[in-house]
């Protein structure tokens, strides 16, 4: 199977940085394709950004232009590199594994105005 642990959310302003992190260990498979998902309060999860082995990446088009996706060479930790945040980035982000469908337990990202 397959564990991720996030870490990095915290409470921000409007215009600032933050990076998640998601550390990724056990099954490779499981671990090739991941992603970043997030879950606002009162609305579904929606996809915000992801990445495989192969470097192929993908970044929803509301987070477009300020958030970038990035893994370790060895692939075991994947990042989300996030700039210019609005409060409407305001949820819970979570690492998911794309084949197993596996999530992690989610880290608060809080922006206020």
């Known amino acids: 199977q397959v564990q991720l642990v996030e870490s990095g959310g915290g409470l921000v302003q409007a215009g600032d940085s933050l990076r998640l992190s998601c550390a990724a260990s056990g099954d490779t498979n499981c671990i090739s394709a991941l992603s970043w998902r997030r879950q606002a309060p009162g609305k579904e999860r929606e996809l915000v950004a992801s990445?495989?082995?192969?470097?192929?990446?993908y970044v929803a088009p509301s987070a477009k232009g300020r958030f970038t996706i990035s893994r370790t060479s060895a692939n075991n930790t994947i990042y989300l590199q996030m700039r210019n945040l609005k409060p409407e980035d305001t949820a819970v982000y979570y690492c998911?594994?794309?084949?197993?469908?596996?999530w992690g337990q989610g880290t608060q990202v809080t922006v206020s105005s």
């Open positions: 990445i495989t082995t192969g470097g192929t990446t």
């Open positions: 998911r594994s794309t084949r197993c469908a596996v």
